[in-house]
């Protein structure tokens, strides 16, 4: 069965960065696309980038892409999340997913999901 535990989470200030890790584990985990996505309280999950699993093309929500960077290392089955010039609005729990058969923002066609980390901005 695949495994995915992020790491990386805390409390930052306004303006600053954070990188988050997803470590996979599993027999013959080889997924389309990993996955980042983010929840806030009272809000619905929402996306904010995925990776093609091969390939390193990246899909990035429009409120954070020109703020978080998506990377992997096939080798390790580690998936990164860059997060730079945080804000506020940024706090939230992230999760770290990964899709079988699908690509893209839809959190709905994602097989895999980790347990969460929590990221604090303070203003």
């Known amino acids: 069965q695949v495994q995915l535990v992020e790491s990386g989470g805390g409390l930052v200030q306004a303006g600053g960065s954070l990188r988050l890790s997803c470590a996979a584990s599993g027999r013959a985990f080889s997924p389309i696309c990993m996955g980042w996505f983010r929840q806030a309280p009272g809000k619905a999950r929402e996306p904010v980038g995925a990776?093609?699993?091969?390939?390193?093309?990246?899909y990035y929500s429009p409120t954070v892409e020109h703020r978080f960077t998506i990377s992997r290392d096939n080798a390790k089955n580690m998936e990164y999340l860059q997060m730079n010039t945080l804000k506020p609005e940024d706090t939230a729990v992230y999760y770290c997913a990964a899709a079988d058969g699908y690509c893209g923002l839809d959190p709905n066609h994602y097989n895999y999901w980790g347990q969460g980390t929590q990221v604090t901005v303070s203003s």
């Open positions: 990776i093609n699993w091969s390939r390193g093309i990246t």
